[in-house]
Nanobody, 123 residues
Framework: QVQLVESGGGLVQAGGSLRLSCAAS????????MGWFRQAPGKERDFVAA????????YYAESVKGRFTISKDNAKSTVYLQMNSLKPEDTAVYYC????????????????WGRGTQVTVSS
């Protein structure tokens, strides 16, 4: 079973940047598509970005398109989320997860959720 540990969150001013990392244990990391999700206080967890198993395809929520970039290093079993031009509405706990491509896009990944990493953007 793959376990996921997110890191890289923090407090940043609007317009700033952060790079999130998600390290996975287990030897089957490369067989999964990966996704980033986020949950703001009092709201449901939403899809943010996805990357295919080999890294050749990506997909983004409209709210982050052009500002966020997802990438995947199968050799390091790590997926990243580069976040630029951050806005206060990006404030949330960010989680990564894995699954088939369609499942990740449908916010229906297959692994247990980690603790996430808090991102706070001040105005």
């Amino acid at each position: 079973q793959v376990q996921l540990v997110e890191s890289g969150g923090g407090l940043v001013q609007a317009g700033g940047s952060l790079r999130l990392s998600c390290a996975a244990s287990g030897r089957t990391f490369s067989s999964y598509s990966m996704g980033w999700f986020r949950q703001a206080p009092g709201k449901e967890r939403d899809f943010v970005a996805a990357i295919s198993r080999g890294g050749g395809s990506t997909y983004y929520a409209e709210s982050v398109k052009g500002r966020f970039t997802i990438s995947k290093d199968n050799a390091k079993s790590t997926v990243y989320l580069q976040m630029n031009s951050l806005k206060p509405e990006d404030t949330a706990v960010y989680y990564c997860n894995a699954g088939a491509w369609s499942a990740v896009l449908a916010s229906n990944p297959v692994l247990g959720w980690g603790r996430g990493t808090q991102v706070t953007v001040s105005s």
